[in-house]
């Protein structure tokens, strides 16, 4: 199933990967994989068709190249075998027809020597947008993560959390189609995690956007996604797909209830198999 | 409103006023009990009777020397920057360049200078060239250090968002270079001031030029002892002012945002 039929092309195979679907396909993964230069293979071929509107979570051991992954979809890296389609095109479509996508890192990695409101006017500026109509948009995405108070602050005197948030922000201020993100709140303590969680759920649904997601952390992972791809590594794979089965907005409730408790262990679970030194391919 | 001696600014800045007024009463107090004679050794009272006598003189010299300071001061500013922007355009250029700012910088002045005092004609021009020599390099390594250093994250940011080399220049690369650039003008600012009296010193007592370097040969050889420490004071304190506006200058333009100008919020 992984592989190209002999006589098929990309298209037609794209055609397979996502049939099925209602909704069309945003990225099309198909048989991409990854080799380093020093001969590490981060990722063995790979099928993966990311559908519009949902919101999709790589999970699994470190070194099972669920970042790699994140690098291929966000063109950061090119794959070494295969390739890679975003709405149906290749890259250069992306930035065309209002298709844009944003990249949430680790880090905030915002501009010390620049307020609040610079920072998310910056991929805005670059895309040489003018003052007079970046501004209600700059104002707009502050309001959205709640920062609206702290607009003229600079990053250090914000808390972890609220640079996060000053990141999401001018990863939405362009209006993406798209969104990326890597671990964003790995570095955050639990509550605001919780707190930062409950927020991009809700952008998410509001804004109905594409998001992948990457995380370490099974409770994050179960909350925010409508599908979670589990991973195993050597080779870097995908080991098995769970779809979460709740109703959206979620909230509070949802992370109280038996549904998510029976929803965790059982990711708890293929994650525990994903990471076994001899984990051979789960259905998927 | 809090005591004056809980003050940080007022302490600051009386603690060391503090130690400078006893250290001079002891020497004016100790020279007269011990009556060391004024063409070995004078008291603060003679070099203060100095500064009256010499006055216009001394002057001059001063603007002379800050004149001399200054312009190769800019230049090395202007100069430097340019080539730290040249560095970090291209690996390239910066390899097989940035020996050559390394000569220039091990040279000693007072070793290039008599050469250069040949090869230019006017004194002026000379003398602005070999305290720009001294000056120049750490402008050019404080600024390419800081033009290097971007923060890996932003960097992807930028290429992320297809910015070009000029935009990534402006928005990324010099806001970020600014608190190494600082550095450097501190730096720059004293070995401007060092180079021209150096400069001075060679051009010295054949050239016309009155800088306060051939205040001090010109009182050697008179043996007017007051007289030279009136200059080398002058001296001083040109450097101790350059220093304070280039710290200043960089407090101004950092203290929003960088480590090194914040100060701890209580």
Known sequence: MNALSPGESFEEKAERVTAGGDRPPAVEVLSAEKVFANGTRALSPIDLAITEGEFLTLIGPSGCGKSTLLKLIANLMEPSDGRLLWWRGDFARVGQ???RFAFVFQEPTLMPWARVDANVRLPLEL??????KANPLVADAIARVGLSVFSRHYPRQLSGGMKMRVSIARA?????????MDEPFGALDEFTRNKLDNDLVRLWWERKLTTVFVTHSIY???FLSTRIVVMAANPGRIFRTMTIDQSQPRDQAFRDSPKFAAYCRELST?????????ASGGAS | ???????????????????GVVLLTLWEIGFRLASVPVYLFPKPSDIFTSFLHNGPSLLRALLATLRVTLQAFAAAIVLGTLIAFMFVQSRAIEVSLFPYAVLLQVTPVVAVAPLVIILVKNTQASLTIC???VALFPIISNTTLGLRSVDPGLANYFRMNRAGRLKTLIK????????YFFGGLRISSGLALIGAVVAEFVAGTGGRSSGLAYEILDAGFTLDIPRMFAALFLITLTGVALFAAMVALSRLALSNWHESEIRAET
């Open chain 1, 97 to 99: 027809e209002g298709r």
């Open chain 1, 127 to 132: 895309a040489d947008m003018p003052n007079a």
């Open chain 1, 172 to 180: 939405l201020v362009t209006s993406p189609n798209l969104l990326l």
């Open chain 1, 220 to 222: 994050e992972a179960v």
């Open chain 1, 270 to 278: 293929w994650l525990a198999k994903a990471s076994l030194p001899a």
């Open chain 2, 1 to 19: 409103m809090k005591p004056l001696l809980q003050s940080e600014a007022f302490v600051r800045i009386a603690a060391p006023v503090a130690v």
């Open chain 2, 131 to 133: 305290a720009t020599l």
């Open chain 2, 172 to 179: 990324l690369r010099i806001p970020g270079a600014l608190p």
